[in-house]
């Protein structure tokens, strides 16, 4: 647009040249034109008068020469006056020609001038773009900087007013089981002084009822027996019974009080150990497994059935391998079975309001946490298949959510850059912690909760201190992370078509994986450790599934041409007989070495 306007602006300059000069001109083309008639007009005089010469030569040849050079001479008088008069006009057109040349040339030069300029303000005005556009880009970063500032202030602001609405909340039940406390000890108190008063009582009774009881027994007299120094003891008592002698000689029938706890078991039952809310009951959960005992590569497709309406996106076998959980696109989790080497149909578990996007069964294999885009976690019993609690606080969708290890606390990860800590006790939102980044995936241990962005970091959070201890850059933004199980090895999966082993005792890269014709198909690309540790499993964009020895780094075997689209996520069974992979359209396969 501005080099049209440029272009029409030195047209528009060019035309008004044109005219200017064009107007000087005209007259001298004028002149000019009446100059060539004259001369025209010159040289048919010219010729007429040679005619007439020789006609009035032929007719007077008898005149008298006379008037004859009389008539040639005024027609040579005013054919010279009329000739200077031609000269007069030719030095006047001359001189105009001169001076339109000379302004000709200053036009011309006044032209250059301006042309000069005009690529001078051309240069200007691309140095005044470029700055424009540098202030543009400028412009967005510190928008995009406010919008993080400002995320990041609604985050600790969210945080603080939970905190703020927690320690209010905590002084109300610290006052309140104070007041209890205190009532409870006050009349733990007045019934302990109440039972040791009548005890009291009691066992003086019984003692005045067994000294009477001895006094009126009467003694066998034996001649070993000591009477006289008791009789003298006697004697020197005033005739005061001894309590401890008498008791010495009769056979006590009291027994051994045990002593109050009506105090500490009241105070126990106040701040005791509650029981577990979560608790697996014996007819609800499944044993888990622990590490299986041999752990089996698959080499076979034994099951190819169709899972969900569209794209599944998450796979999860239950703590003890019976049960296998996906969760997919048309908002369902649905549980299968696996008997005899297929997947038989349990249940479905409904109540999400978009696509799952993560799935997770708890140590015991009673509830089943998701993950979903309509921004919640939700949380079913899988006995019953009824939903328990639904998590909201998200701002954007909810890509990750995993069961801490004491099943009472979740930690949830979100596209909105932040990672919430939830207590399923009390259905709150324990802490919120800006990340910075989104957060694809989210492993845990016993205190330390590790995240996988999109910047291509891996972030290590300690819950105690509510905060960041490490963070580690990969080369790729970061997709997947698994646990082996001893915790001390954490797998990633990244965009750029690797696969990280990291030490957590060093918090290091151990090895990388990779191999020919192995691509990353989505940003929720899951994999997974075998069992054991010794193994990975991965899928590919191209519908393959990879096995990894994690010892030699190599691949150790390619499974393909079952899956027709990108494979989204991988489970190993806890007992090592199964692996089962989903993809993006709605298949899934379990696979087995049978």
């Known amino acids: 647009m501005e080099q ?22 005209e007259e001298l083309i004028h002149q000019y034109t009446r100059l060539l008639e004259k001369s025209d007009l010159q040289a048919v005089l010219s010729e007429r008068y040679q005619a007439d010469k020789y006609e009035l030569q032929r007719g007077h040849e008898g005149g008298s020469d006379g008037s004859l050079q009389q008539e040639v001479s005024l027609m040579r008088i005013r054919h010279q006056e009329e000739l200077t008069e031609l000269h007069k006009k030719r030095g006047e057109l001359a001189q105009n020609v001169i001076e339109l040349n000379n302004q000709i040339q200053q036009k011309d030069k006044l032209i250059q001038s301006n042309e000069a300029k005009m690529l001078q303000y051309q240069q200007q005005i691309s140095g005044l773009e470029g700055d424009c556009r540098d202030l543009r880009g400028l412009l967005q970063d510190l928008e995009r900087a406010n919008q993080t500032l400002k995320d990041e202030y609604d985050a600790l602001q969210i945080t603080f007013c939970a905190l703020e609405e927690k320690l209010r909340k905590t002084s109300e039940d610290n006052q309140e089981l104070v007041s209890r406390w205190m009532a409870e000890k006050s009349q733990e108190a007045n019934k302990l002084n109440a039972e040791n008063e009548k005890d009291t009582r009691r066992r003086q009774a019984k003692l005045q009822k067994e000294l009477a009881d001895a006094a009126k027994e009467p003694l066998p007299i034996d001649p070993d027996d000591d009477i006289e120094v008791l009789a003298e003891e006697a004697g020197k008592g005033g005739g005061e ?8 000689r009769t056979p006590s029938k009291k027994t051994s009080q045990p002593p109050p706890g009506g105090l ?15 608790s697996s009951s014996p007819e609800g959960s499944e044993a888990p497994s622990g590490v299986c005992a041999e752990v089996r590569v698959p080499t076979t497709a034994i099951h190819v059935f169709d899972a969900h309406d569209g794209e599944v996106n998450a796979v999860s076998f239950s703590p003890g391998s019976r049960l296998l959980a996906t969760g997919g696109m048309d908002r369902k989790v649905k549980l299968w ?22 799935i997770e069964f708890d140590s015991a294999g009673s509830f089943l946490l998701a993950a979903s885009n309509d921004f919640a976690s939700r949380l079913w019993t899988v006995e019953d298949s009824r939903l328990r609690h639904t998590l909201t606080g998200h701002s954007g969708k909810v890509l990750s959510a995993r069961f801490l290890l004491d099943n009472t606390r979740i930690v949830s990860g979100s596209y909105d850059r932040t990672l919430k800590l939830w207590d399923l006790r009390s259905k709150v939102c324990m802490k919120t912690v800006f990340a910075g980044s989104s957060c694809n995936d989210i492993v845990c241990t016993e205190q330390c909760v590790m995240s996988g962005h999109f910047d291509k970091k891996v972030r290590f959070w300690d819950i105690r201190a509510e905060s960041m201890v490490q963070e580690l850059q990969l080369q790729g933004r970061v997709t997947s992370l698994d646990l082996n199980h001893d915790r001390t090895e ?18 290091s890269v151990r090895h990388t994986l990779s191999a020919q014709g192995f691509k990353c198909g989505a940003d929720w690309t899951r994999v997974t450790f075998s069992p054991d540790g010794c193994y990975v499993a991965g899928g590919s964009a191209d519908g393959a599934l990879y096995i990894w020895n994690v010892l030699t780094g190599k691949v150790e075997r390619t499974l393909d041409r079952s899956h027709s689209s990108a494979i989204n996520s991988v489970s190993w069974s806890p007992s090592g007989a199964y692996v089962v992979s989903v993809e993006k359209s709605s298949k899934a396969i379990l696979w087995s070495d049978m």
């Open 337 to 358: 079975e696996v008997v005899s080497g297929r997947c038989e149909p349990k249940g479905s578990l409904t109540g999400s309001n978009a696509g799952i996007t993560s």
């Open 264 to 278: 500490m078991d009241s105070i126990s039952n106040i701040f005791g150990r509650r029981a577990h809310p979560y």
């Open 490 to 507: 954490l797998l990633s999966c990244s965009r750029d078509d690797l696969l990280t082993i990291i030490d957590l005792r060093t918090v």
């Open 241 to 248: 019974t001894s309590p401890s002698r008498a008791l010495s």
């Open 4 to 25: 049209c306007v440029w272009r029409r602006h030195v047209s528009d300059q060019l035309k008004q040249r044109d005219r200017v000069q064009r107007q000087a001109f």
